[in-house]
């Protein structure tokens, strides 16, 4: 029996679409993986060529949107879960000092100067500043003429390492982010006047400092033939005590100092942090405003981030008691208990590791050469060390991958370079292999002449437990007329030197700020902090405190007050008794310093007393008003609930959004702004511009939420 022609021909569409179904798509992916790699080619190609023809529009994109996506755009997140900090949501604005002035606004600053040199301690947020600019800048949200330029971040550790010119480095750091044609894109820019170039970290270069310091002079020399209205701006930072040479004064004449945190920026910046597991880094503040020597270490920012990580990782989480506590702690953390926690067993044992981080560490600090870089080291390194302590079983690929990967101690600089996370953590490790290595006398003759290693032996005077030799120490200090170094020894020992000693070096921490008549904002700092250590030791620390403040307020004028006003920022027994003196001073700056101490301090009585101002005869209500106007963004419930403070007002015309936020607070605010001083409060300042217009309205924002949440 045959099969009808319709049969077949039903079977052979079957058969057909089948093989179709089969085929097609395996033709289709075939060649699609035969054209992607050239049509890939041919994108990279037209993509280079183009984009050197039309920068802004095209490399640039891919510049800035790179840069946003890397680490710059991330506040460093040492020890702790592995959650993702947004710089511009945890970010404080630091609070920067120059010459006699406080409060500085870094952004309005650099908008009037070409050149900046920024100064700080260890750990004090210089580079998250830096990083905060480039963004900024990147997204458009600094001041007008800052905005159109185009910043390039480089480590001078690079630039040093690599042997390039300021110039050179910068076309490097473009590279890095995918900038094609970076090279004759920089220089039509640096022509124009287009470029702001932030070097960091001159105190990291070592013994090759004097040819980069040359670098840098170079190109601002070669800039400064520019029209003004041309000239490019240079930022370079560096550690405080080591810019003591001034080095580059001949072209960087000014500088600014970044001050440690005080209370209102230690909230915020915890407030910033992403919850993890349910908690919220928040909750580790009222720790910390309980114990006034933990809350004078974590004016360190570096070292409250490193607080916030351990808070969130660990459930039993309990306050560390010294700085050199705070890194036990954070190293325990990332080289014992996080794999345990992620159920990891490493190959290599904790003891070990310990060991070789700090034999290469205090190696490298110690015997590095022109042209090294101390903080890099390269796989030949890390075998030239491992060797030593791991006597089998080395192989140091997968020794470098144990420390980079699961315990995140190291990160990976190139393909074949690694360094600490931060370089206090190399020198914390330095310190523990000097106190096994060295003997103490030559801790003393070596270290203490040697700036480049002060934060080292800052971490070993917290380590050690041999008082004469503590004593010693501080005694070689003092003769060496190192006071500031003297002094932060003292602070980070946990065993008590001899009493006579640090008596000695507090009245010259005291004298010191007499011959400047206050204007020594690193010594009014140690003095302070030495001051709140309780042990009998400090009495004189606390009674010489007590005479500067008194002096500073009484008889120097209101050329101290700014570094008076920020050590005092996170001792509120003190700090409140003296604000009364200082709303009432015959000096502006003394008012306006007292109504910012209040806003610092962020206390319950501090913060009302700081609205309570907007309802008096003050004379600097203005200053009131923006800051409390920031208070609105920052800590909106703190804020609506003092509105009963002042008395009721109304008035829709000029506030309608009462139902959003109450206008007893807000009118006052409204009243005493100026358009011309935008507070960063966009439903206020709208408000204050509203006023200024005859229309009288009031443009409402997507962002109201920072006033009131309107569920």
């Not at 679409?17 to 080619?41: D, E, M, N, Q």
């Not at 942090?273 to 880094?281: I, L, T």
């Not at 065993?495 to 007499?514: F, G």
Request: glycine residues 6%.
């Amino acid at each position: 029996m045959g099969i009808s022609p319709d049969t077949l021909k039903g079977l052979i569409t079957a058969v057909g679409g089948a093989l179709a179904a089969l085929l097609i798509p395996k033709l289709y992916a075939a060649l699609v993986s035969l054209l992607r790699r050239p049509l890939a080619a041919l994108y990279t190609r037209v993509y280079a060529w183009l984009a050197p023809r039309n920068p802004l529009d095209i490399s640039f994109k891919k510049y800035r949107q790179r840069v946003l996506q890397s680490s710059l755009g991330r506040i460093e997140n040492p020890v702790g879960p592995p959650v993702s900090i947004p710089l511009e949501s945890a970010f404080v604005p630091l609070r920067l000092m120059s010459g006699d002035t406080e409060g500085i606004d870094f952004f309005t600053y650099l908008s009037t100067h070409h050149r900046c040199l920024v100064l700080g301690g260890p750990g004090t947020g210089k580079t998250t500043l830096m990083k905060s600019l480039v963004v900024n800048i990147l997204k458009s949200s600094c001041q007008k003429d800052l905005n159109s330029l185009i910043p390039v971040f480089v480590v001078l550790r690079n630039l040093n390492s690599q042997g390039h010119s300021v110039e050179q480095a910068i076309i490097a750091a473009l590279r890095d982010y995918g900038f094609p044609g970076a090279d004759d894109f920089l220089h039509s820019m640096l022509d124009r006047g287009k470029i702001l170039v932030v070097l960091d970290g001159l105190d990291e270069v070592g013994p090759g400092r004097p040819k980069v310091v040359s670098e840098i002079q170079r190109f601002c020399e070669a800039d400064a033939q520019l029209p003004i209205s041309r000239r490019n701006r240079v930022v370079v930072t560096c550690r405080e005590h080591s810019y003591r040479a001034q080095d580059l004064r001949s072209v960087m004449p000014e500088a600014v100092r970044v001050e440690s945190f005080a209370n209102h920026h230690m909230r915020t910046f915890l407030e910033g942090w992403p919850s993890h597991k349910g908690r919220s880094a928040l909750g580790l503040y009222a720790l910390i405003e309980g114990d006034a020597q933990i809350r004078d270490i974590c004016r360190n920012p570096l070292l409250l981030t490193i607080l916030s990580g351990l808070y969130l990782e660990i459930t039993d989480f309990q306050l560390p008691s010294s700085r050199d506590r705070f890194y036990q702690e954070a190293v325990n953390e990332l080289l014992l208990h996080r794999p345990a926690r992620r159920s990891i067993t490493p190959r290599y044992r904790y003891e070990d590791k310990l060991r070789f981080l700090a034999c290469i560490s205090l190696d490298r600090l110690e015997n590095y050469v022109a042209g090294e870089d101390p903080e890099e080291f390269d796989y030949a390194t890390l075998h030239q060390f491992a060797s030593t302590v791991f006597t089998h079983d080395l192989e140091i690929g997968a020794l470098a991958a144990e420390l980079l990967e699961v315990h995140g101690i190291l990160r990976q600089i190139t393909d074949t370079t690694f360094s600490f996370g931060h370089r206090t953590f190399q020198e914390y490790f330095a310190a523990r292999e000097a106190a096994r290595k060295h003997e103490p006398q030559f801790i003393v003759q070596h270290f203490c002449q040697r700036t480049d290693l002060s934060e080292v032996l800052c971490f070993y005077s917290g380590l050690a437990r041999n008082v004469p030799q503590l004593t010693s120490i501080l005694t070689a200090l003092h003769a060496a007329g190192e006071y500031y170094v003297a002094g932060r020894c003292l602070l980070s020992m946990t065993e008590l030197p001899d009493a006579a000693v640090a008596k000695l070096i507090t009245v010259s921490l005291a004298e010191l700020i007499k011959m400047k008549k206050g204007k020594d904002p690193a010594a009014i700092e140690l003095l302070s902090s030495l001051s709140q250590r309780s042990d009998s030791i400090f009495d004189t620390a606390r009674e010489l405190f007590h005479e500067i403040t008194h002096l500073v307020i009484n008889s120097y004028g209101p050329q101290g007050i700014p570094a008076l006003c920020a050590a005092l920022s996170t001792r509120p027994e003190t700090a409140l008794k003296i604000v009364p003196g200082l709303l009432v001073h015959s000096s502006a700056a003394c008012r306006c310093a007292g109504v910012t101490l209040l806003r610092d301090l962020g206390t319950e009585h501090s913060l009302d007393r700081l609205v309570l101002l907007l309802g008096e005869n003050f004379m600097e209500k203005a200053v009131v008003a923006k800051l409390v106007a920031g208070l609105v963004k920052t800590r909106n419930d703190a804020m609506r609930k003092r509105a009963h403070l002042l008395p009721t007002r109304c008035d829709r015309t000029l506030w309608p959004l009462e139902d959003c936020f109450p206008g007893s607070l807000a009118i006052p605010l409204i009243e005493n702004l100026s358009s011309d001083v935008p507070t960063g409060n966009r439903a206020i300042d709208s408000a204050v511009e509203a006023r200024d217009v005859s229309t009288g309205s009031l443009e409402y924002h997507k962002d109201i939420e920072e006033l009131a949440d309107t569920r």
